[in-house]
Structure formats: C-alpha cells, structure tokens
C-alpha cells in the first residue's frame, strides 16, 4: 500500500514557480520509504509540476517569460480568461514521478520540485504519493 499525503500551497502572484523540493523530501522521509519512487500531482487544471534548476532564480523568470511569449493572454473563447493557464498547465504536466534511494529523492545537484502557478494567486493542493519497491 502506499504512503499518501496531501498539502497545500499559496501562490502570491498570477504566474510563479513556487519550490517544494523540501516538503516532499518530508514526506519521503516520513514514509519510512528507503526505495522506491514518489510521484507529485497538482489536482487542479491551471497549474503544474516541474522539476527544474532551483539555484539561479533567474531560470523560473525565463521559464515563466518564454511561456508567456509561446502562449499569449488574447483571442481566447474561454469565458473566465484564463485559457493561457489551461494551455500552459497542459504543456508543463500535473505530474512527476523521482525516484527514491537511500531514503531520499534522487534529484541532481541543480534540480528542484515546483508547482507552476498559472492562474494565481490561489491555494493549491498537492497529492504526493511514495511506492516502496
């Protein structure tokens, strides 16, 4: 059976990534998970999950922006003009899956978990699901 938790987040702006490399490091931990893999899902439909560099700032600002550009806000049909949000949440995933060694994620020395704000502010909730093996 495997371990599953849920939390939530707060966005501050319209669009952000927003790092929870550290939340979901908790609940591996907590888990008692030593190998294994644990997937993160994003239950809503205008935001997403990466994984990406969490050292350099810059790279969420020209992430944000270079989305920004391939999406555009106008001509959309969708009456609560959020259609750019929908599309980029679909073109990002509602979902990761790492995995676990050793009782921790297996990232790379640059690489983090967020959830991708596209339709902010607003809470979000996130699923995290830890399968041992």
Not at 74 to 82: A, D, I, K, Q, W
Not at 98 to 112: A, K, R, Y
Not at 123 to 132: K, T, W
């Amino acid at each position: 059976m495997p371990f599953q938790k849920r939390f939530r987040v707060s966005s501050s702006k319209r669009e952000e990534l927003i790092e929870i490399t550290s939340l979901v490091q908790s609940l591996v931990t907590e888990s008692g998970v030593k190998s294994g893999f644990c997937i993160v899902f994003a239950v809503h439909t205008t935001c997403g999950v990466t994984i990406n560099e969490n050292c350099d700032p810059a790279v969420a600002s020209d992430l944000l922006k270079s989305l920004s550009k391939l999406v555009p806000n106008t001509g959309f049909l969708h009456r609560e003009g959020n259609s750019d949000a929908h599309i980029k949440s679909s073109l990002m995933g509602s979902s990761q899956m790492v995995l676990v060694d050793n009782g921790s994620l297996c990232l790379g020395t640059w690489q983090g978990i967020f959830i991708c704000e596209f339709d902010g502010p607003r809470l979000r909730e996130v699923l995290v699901q830890i399968h041992s093996d």
